[in-house]
């Protein structure tokens, strides 16, 4: 199947547009719609559907506008791999911002700004500790902040008036009415849904999706996972403390058993349900989640345990038949109408041949002009438990060669290739590129050059082939991320530019099925993946740690047309493979290990006839291969 374009890829997005003909449709509208879904969820109980816009559902309506834009915030922390269950702290925030400060003669709009600045900076406070934190840890942490803000405003009663509340906050003037505020709470919903749904398109989405997948194989293209989620925590508390400030002059009184542990879960589940890192899937969860109760209480008259017996039925249910969310169900309806109407094929690694030429021309013209920077290690040591793992270890590598590790398992080749890359801190030794001693940290030193291949391929397996590629592209657009946020025109540009890019780079390597995504794609096609991956980073110095592991003859026959089309662009690699034959035939210079120890380093010919190689660890293997030839 040929690459989708743009225009394929998109079509289903006008299906978006229905939700915002709604929202121009008006309070009515929208308040008839949506109590039209309550009246259909109870009907089997009630044998009649009632569609009705009084001031009630009107309200509801507003309300549940305002949950929205919580999920969709909420849900940029769900992408970028983290869970938080204290957004109800942002939310308050915002809200008693609002409510104080219009009370203090503050006009509306200014404490809208500062109650958003102050969640934001709130968010930047408890998460930049938090995120360190492991997934469910970091949930638990948040919660404590759910339930702290509500005890703070309980307590603090001289500012906030405690149990009693806060009352009579009243609507900007133009907006006093139920109906007129309506608007401005929609453009609020359509901004921060553009806002989301750029987010998640842009390369400041890919990032996110890349660091939730897998953080070491993010750092590895020079994405700084912290710097991403603290980004993603920032900017999602701001968008809850938005929510809260339009909350309270809707309300026009604030209590603190309005901000409970229950809304922050609620806020949660919304995300779940629907489809956590998708654009709607916050909007389909938080109109279900929402509803639930008041369908509930129109069949029983109170809704109280009632609903929440029901809401446990229709999540275990939807966890049971949709685990990614309602999202989920979408998607397979899509594809079978794409393949039934639309004549695509079923999903899966297309074969192709690999394109030796071609790969060699796209690494040369990322290398450009310059030659990549001369390597150097000097003693490096590493004691893991009670075993020298690295024991003194020194390494050099010009621009242009092919250094290879070897030494049998156990030696500590990967070792030293982590301490190479940055990923483990040395107990001794230094680091240096070019001569300038450059510090560990996996991310630090790819900002530096350093690509890296791992032992078992490490991809980003809820993403595509595509996507892969391009997040490793996205370093390189020097477009602004706010450019990309609001779609201009050279942010597009940049955006085909890189799409295009990707598919060659695919296609030169084997990959023609661009849309599968690396979850289901066969060992060998992984590590074409990888590579791929890897010529989008643009390396200076290449550290490969055994890339013919697993493949098929001829697999490693284009491995090897790889590595020397890196070393042909003036780029350094340093090679840890087992396959003797194959590192005798491409390096320049190999280092032989033995228990974290250089046994032997040389050129080829010197390692094949160097006998302490040959009594540690080459002896009849390397015979025998002799003798295959």
């Known amino acids: ?213 897998n953080e070491v194989a993010a750092g590895s293209i020079r994405i700084d996972v912290r710097v991403v989620k603290v980004r993603s925590f920032v900017v999602s508390a701001a968008i809850a403390g938005l929510a809260g400030g339009l909350y309270a002059p809707l309300i026009g009184f604030l209590s603190p058993r309005a901000f409970t542990v229950d809304l922050a879960v609620l806020f949660l589940l919304m995300v779940l349900l629907g489809g956590g890192g998708t654009a709607v899937g916050p909007i389909i969860g938080a109109v279900v989640l929402f509803r639930i109760p008041l ?25 049971r038949l949709l685990p990614q969310g309602f999202m989920s169900g979408w998607w397979l309806l899509r594809g079978w109408l794409e393949r039934r109407f639309g004549g695509r094929a079923t999903d899966g690694p297309a074969a192709a041949e690999f394109d030796g030429t071609a790969f060699a021309e796209l690494v040369a013209a990322g290398a450009g002009q310059a030659r990549g920077p001369r390597l150097r290690a000097v003693d490096l040591r590493k004691q893991l438990g009670g075993v020298k793992a690295v024991d003194g270890v020194g390494i050099e590598v010009e621009p242009g060669e092919v250094h290879a590790i070897i030494g049998p398992n156990g030696s500590g080749k990967t070792t030293t290739l982590n301490l190479l890359s940055g990923y483990v801190e040395p107990d001794g030794g230094t680091f240096e590129l070019d001569g300038e001693r450059v510090r560990s940290g996996g991310t630090v030193r790819a900002r530096h050059g350093l690509g890296r291949t791992f032992q078992t391929p490490l991809l980003f397996s809820s993403m595509t082939c595509l996507e892969n590629v391009m997040v490793a592209l996205d370093g390189r657009t020097g477009v602004p991320r706010w450019a990309g946020l609001l779609r201009l025109p050279h942010a597009r540009a940049a955006e085909r530019r890189d799409h295009e890019r990707a598919v060659a780079i695919l296609a030169a390597v084997g990959i023609r099925d661009v849309d599968t995504r690396a979850s289901v794609l066969p060992p060998g096609r992984r590590r074409l993946l990888e590579i791929a991956r890897l010529i989008a980073f643009q390396p200076r110095i290449v550290l490969m740690d055994e890339p013919a592991a697993g493949l098929t003859h001829a697999e490693i026959e284009h491995l090897e047309t790889m590595i020397a089309a890196f070393a042909a662009a003036g780029i350094g690699v340093v090679l840890v493979e087992h396959h003797v034959d194959l590192v005798l035939r491409l390096a320049t210079r190999v280092t032989v290990l033995d228990f974290g120890k250089v046994l032997a380093s040389g050129t080829p010919e010197e390692i094949r006839n160097d006998p302490k190689v040959l009594e540690a660890y080459l002896g009849t293997s390397l015979q025998a291969n002799e003798g295959d030839r």
């Open 1 to 213: 199947m040929e690459p989708l374009t743009y225009a394929v890829r998109s079509r289903w997005r006008y299906l978006l547009l229905i939700p915002l003909v709604l929202l121009v449709g008006g309070p009515q509208v929208v308040a008839t719609v949506t109590s039209g879904l309550s009246s259909l969820l109870i009907s089997p109980f009630t044998h009649e559907i009632e569609f009705a816009a009084n001031r009630y559902e009107i309200f509801n309506a507003q309300l549940l506008l305002i949950y929205i834009v919580v999920a969709l915030g909420l849900n940029l922390v769900f992408q970028a791999g983290m869970i938080s269950l204290g957004h109800s702290a942002f939310f308050l925030v915002g809200a008693y911002s609002v409510g104080l400060l219009t009370q203090h003669g503050l006009s509306f709009w200014l404490a809208l700004v500062v109650g958003l600045v102050l969640a934001a900076v709130l968010g930047l406070l408890l998460g930049a500790p938090a995120i360190r934190l492991g997934l469910f840890t970091l949930a638990m942490v948040t919660l404590g902040y759910a339930i702290v803000a509500q005890d703070m405003v309980l307590e603090w009663r001289g500012l906030t008036g405690g149990g009693d509340g806060l009352r009579g906050i009243e609507r900007p003037a133009p907006f006093a009415g139920l109906d007129q505020y309506y608007w401005l709470v929609a453009v609020c919903v359509v901004l921060v849904y553009l806002l989301t749904r750029n987010w998640l398109r842009s390369p400041l989405g890919r990032a996110g999706r890349a660091t939730a997948d």
């Open 295 to 319: 369908a509930v209480e129109d069949v029983t008259g109170s809704a109280g345990n009632v609903s929440l017996l029901v809401y446990g039925v229709v999540l275990v249910i939807a966890v």
